[in-house]
Nanobody, 115 residues
Framework: QVQLVESGGGLVQPGGSLRLSCAAS????????MSWYRQAPGKEREWVAY????????NYADSVKGRFTISRDNAKNTVYLQMNSLKPEDTAVYFC????????WGQGTQVTVSS
């Protein structure tokens, strides 16, 4: 079965960096685009970043453009989200999601940006 497991979250000061990972299993990873989403307390889940199956095309929400970088290692079945220059408003639970048919999400990893 499809499994997506996020890791790498934590507490970081404003201006700091974190790298999130999403380990995938149960499907042919290099055939599917992947995305990151986030959900802040009391807010709806929002899309953050997208990467094509081959990793050749990426796209970002305006709120993170220039600060976050999505990447993938198809040999390791893993997608990453490098987050730099973090702000308190980036505080959220971050989820990875598989593209294509079906609706598959990981369980999320908490990111807290606070001094």
């Amino acid at each position: 079965q499809v499994q997506l497991v996020e890791s790498g979250g934590g507490l970081v000061q404003p201006g700091g960096s974190l790298r999130l990972s999403c380990a995938a299993s149960g499907f042919t990873f290099n055939l599917y685009a992947m995305s990151w989403y986030r959900q802040a307390p009391g807010k709806e889940r929002e899309w953050v970043a997208y990467i094509t199956a081959a990793g050749t095309i990426t796209n970002y929400a305006d709120s993170v453009k220039g600060r976050f970088t999505i990447s993938r290692d198809n040999a390791k079945n893993t997608v990453y989200l490098q987050m730099n220059s973090l702000k308190p408003e980036d505080t959220a639970v971050y989820f990875c999601r598989r593209g294509g048919s079906g609706d598959y999400w990981g369980q999320g990893t908490q990111v807290t940006v606070s001094s």
